[in-house]
């Protein structure tokens, strides 16, 4: 008996590894459960590893709370934008020739049709005589054909001329007068391209760029972009364009109104929004948006930059809440909160602006739903949880 209580004590000095302890109970088994409970370690020893972790996940987490706040039903984007005239084209010549005339130049204001450029192209002006004197020559033809084909026609009945020489002359009559229709279709043209030798302005407005002098040699072979002579551009409104972000690519519609501002121009400007590109550039994440903006006297010169302010209505029922509540399962955007019986519930929200420091809710909450603000990765759906401190209101972020 003595040696077995001795081996007790040394596996129990073993457990411990600190030191030895005198133990006078004669139980065996209480002997041990004394010594792990000295040294600290009796509910290590006899703890369930499954029924530990279960212990664990019944555990009540403390969690912070904050109730959303209602979105305002309008909102202010605020986005850079740029000035261009509401109407412009880039006049070339289609004649190749000298500059003979230039009657304007930048910042001259003309009316449509009027002349601003005349071009000296005298082989045109002689392909346009050849080709008039070879309709003359083409009528003279066709009044031969036709006579002889009458002279025949007459003659066939007397027997004096075979019904094979009458249709040779019908077709030489019918040849003539496709001669005659392809010699007037030449002169035609010629006078369209002796037409372009004078161009004119296509529509009211200002000479806004000059590429050309007098007596400057043009060829009707140039590029639109990179021969153009003149680019007029109507500036009675201006047209402002500016890049939405994806964000809030959805709330700015045709139809909302906005205000631009000019640090050049002491007052703020009314624009309303014309046209949404409806499509998200890949390499910056925008949207291409176009404003009107009316520009009496042409006060106010294409291509200045400035701050373009969007009032977009917010969808009924947003909410306002921190970045620091959202979370992603499943490739949704989910948000935790605390029900009624203080357990953990997830609800899929969609998301309307991205504010920042906030986010603006669409979909998903309402006010009165407790939102866990920075949620624990470990909480699941259904877990108790104690609020740790009185809901918060989020002030709302500068929009």
Known sequence: MGLKRLAIALAAVSV?????????????????????????????AHANPAQQTKADAQRVREVRVIAPVAAPESVVLTLSGRTAPVEQALLS???????????????????????????????????LRRARAAVDQAKARLTLARVNLERSESLVGKGHTSMQTVDERRAAELIA?????????????????????????PFDGTI?????????????????????????????????EVDVPQSSSLVVVPGSA???QFAEWPQDLEAKVARVASQIDASSS?????????????????????????HVEAEKGAVNVP?????????????????????????????????GGSVVIAAGLTVSDQVIVSPNALLRPGDQVEIAQPSAQVGMARQ
Not at 181 to 186: D, K, P, S, T, V
Not at 227 to 237: A, F, N, T
Not at 324 to 333: F, I, P
Request: with cysteine.
């Open 208 to 240: 806004i760029a000059r590429h050309v002098e007098r007596g400057d040699k043009v060829s009707g072979e140039s590029g639109q972009q990179s021969g153009y002579l003149l680019r007029i551009g109507r500036l009675d409104e201006l047209r402002i």
């Open 16 to 44: 411990c590894g600190t030191g030895v302890y005198v133990v006078t109970r004669a139980d065996n088994g209480a002997l041990l459960a004394d010594a792990l409970r000295y040294a600290g370690l009796a509910n290590n």
């Open 93 to 127: 010549s289609r004649a190749s020739g000298i500059v003979s005339e230039r009657r304007v130049d930048i910042g001259d204001k003309v009316k449509a049709g009027d002349v601003l450029i005349v071009i000296d192209a005298p082989e045109v002006e002689q392909e």
């Open 258 to 260: 906005a205000k631009v």
């Open 323 to 355: 970045s620091n509540t959202l979370m992603t399962r499943a490739g949704k955007q989910v948000v935790a909160v605390v029900d009624a019986h203080s357990k953990v519930q997830w609800k899929t929200v969609r998301v309307a602006r991205d504010l």
């Open 286 to 310: 925008t949207m291409r948006v176009e404003l009107l903006m009316n520009n009496p006297a042409g006060r106010i010169p294409a291509g200045l930059n400035g701050q373009v302010s969007i």
């Open 177 to 201: 007068k496709a001669d005659l229709a392809a010699a007037a279709a030449e002169v035609k043209r010629l006078e369209e391209v002796a037409g372009f030798q004078t161009i004119r302005a």
